[in-house]
C-alpha cells in the first residue's frame, strides 16, 4: 500500500453529534472517535458502533459525564467496552493501557515549546498511538513522526482529501476529520 496515498481505510471518523454518528456508520471509515455527546447516550453509541463492525474511541476529556480518573477509566472498560480512548492526560493514558483500552494521547502543536513538552510527555506516557492537532502543519508531522514510536494521527483543520494525502506523505498513519465528505470518497 502507497504510505502517501489517500485511503479511506486510514480515515477516522471525528464524530460530534448524533447525525454524523450516522453517516459515519454508513460509510467506508472503520475507526469513530467520538468527540462530544454524553455519557448517558455512551451504551448505545457503542453497541450501534459494534454491529457495524467499526472500532469506538471516546474523547475522555469531550463526552460529558466522563470522569476523569483511573476509577472511572475501569469502569468505563468493563461497562461500556469502548476499543480505546483519547485524552490529553498521562494519567489516563496509564490507566486505560491497565483497563485493556487502546491509549491515544492527543497533543497539541501551538508552538516550540509546547510541542517539545508533548514530545517528553509522550516519551513518558507511551501511548499507544498519538494525535497531532492541528494536522496541517506538514514540517511539524514530520518531526513529530520522526521522534515517535507509536503510530501518527493527525486531525484538525483538514477540510480536503489534499490536504489528508498532504499528511499521509508526512508521515501520519491516520487522518481524524468530522468532514463528513472524506469518510464517503465518493460524495466529493
Same mark, same amino acid.
Given at each position: 500500500m502507497?504510505k502517501?496515498?489517500?485511503s479511506?481505510?486510514?480515515?477516522? &471518523?471525528?464524530?460530534?453529534?448524533?447525525?454524523?454518528?450516522? !453517516? #459515519? @456508520? %454508513?460509510?467506508?471509515?472503520?475507526r469513530?472517535? @467520538?468527540?462530544s455527546g454524553?455519557i448517558?447516550? $455512551?451504551?448505545?453509541?457503542?453497541?450501534r458502533?459494534?454491529e457495524t463492525?467499526?472500532? $469506538?474511541?471516546?474523547?475522555i476529556?469531550?463526552?460529558e459525564g466522563?470522569?476523569r480518573d #483511573?476509577?472511572?477509566?475501569?469502569?468505563? #472498560?468493563?461497562?461500556?467496552r469502548?476499543?480505546g480512548i483519547?485524552?490529553?492526560k498521562? *494519567?489516563i493514558?496509564?490507566a486505560a493501557?491497565?483497563?485493556?483500552?487502546?491509549a491515544?494521547?492527543?497533543?497539541? %502543536?501551538?508552538?516550540?515549546?509546547? @510541542?517539545?513538552? &508533548?514530545l517528553?510527555?509522550? %516519551? %513518558?506516557s507511551? =501511548?499507544?498511538?498519538?494525535? $497531532?492537532? =492541528? *494536522?496541517? @502543519? =506538514?514540517?511539524i508531522?514530520?518531526?513529530?513522526?520522526?521522534?515517535?514510536? !507509536?503510530?501518527?494521527i493527525?486531525g484538525? $483543520?483538514i477540510?480536503?482529501?489534499?490536504? &489528508?494525502q498532504? #499528511?499521509? &506523505?508526512?508521515?501520519a498513519?491516520y487522518v481524524?476529520v468530522?468532514?463528513?465528505?472524506l469518510?464517503?470518497?465518493?460524495?466529493?
Open positions: 502507497d502517501t496515498a489517500y479511506i481505510d486510514r480515515m477516522i &471518523a471525528s464524530v460530534t453529534n448524533e447525525r454524523s454518528l450516522d !453517516s #459515519a @456508520l %454508513a460509510s467506508g471509515v472503520r469513530i472517535n @467520538l468527540v454524553g448517558d447516550r $455512551l451504551q448505545t453509541i457503542v453497541r458502533v459494534r463492525d467499526k472500532r $469506538l474511541f471516546v474523547h476529556e469531550m463526552v466522563i470522569g #483511573a476509577a472511572f477509566i475501569r469502569y468505563m #472498560a468493563e461497562t461500556f469502548p476499543d483519547i485524552t490529553t498521562s *494519567g493514558v496509564q493501557k491497565q483497563a485493556g483500552l487502546i491515544v494521547q492527543r497533543v497539541f %502543536a501551538i508552538d516550540t515549546v509546547a @510541542l517539545d513538552t &508533548a517528553r510527555t509522550v %516519551a %513518558a507511551r =501511548p499507544d498511538e498519538v494525535e $497531532l492537532m =492541528p *494536522g496541517l @502543519l =506538514p514540517r508531522v514530520r518531526h513529530v513522526k520522526d521522534r515517535i514510536d !507509536s503510530p501518527l493527525v484538525g $483543520l477540510r480536503r482529501r489534499e490536504e &489528508a498532504e #499528511a499521509f &506523505a508526512m508521515g498513519d481524524s468530522s468532514d463528513e465528505s469518510w464517503h470518497p465518493s460524495i466529493e
